[in-house]
């Protein structure tokens, strides 16, 4: 089990892709939370060099399960939305 990795590279057969469906094969390079300061963007222009800082997962198996979660931060809020029941006016 991996705790946080940068999904790097998602490959289906030769070509880059953004998503995979159940059952497929597919490529994948996780990088190595030390490179998760830079962007998506200076990654693929600038890719690590091969040393520690780039992951490969090749421990695999069938019936394996991959999930992946975009983690987003964003500024706290509580928001209240009571319903009030109706009030009798005798």
Do not use: K
Not at 7 to 36: K, W
Not at 47 to 70: H, I, K, N, Y
Request: proline content about 7%; some cysteine.
């Amino acid at each position: 089990m991996l705790d946080r990795a940068l999904c790097f590279s998602l490959r289906h057969g030769r070509s880059d892709v953004d998503l995979v469906h159940r059952d497929v094969e597919f490529g994948i390079i996780l990088l190595h939370s030390n490179a998760e300061h830079r962007s998506l963007c200076d990654l693929y222009r600038h890719p690590p060099e091969a040393s520690t800082t780039a992951t490969v997962f090749d421990g695999w198996a069938p019936g394996d399960m991959l999930q992946c979660f975009r983690i987003v931060q964003r500024p706290q809020s509580l928001e209240w939305h009571i319903d009030c029941p109706p009030t009798s006016d005798n």
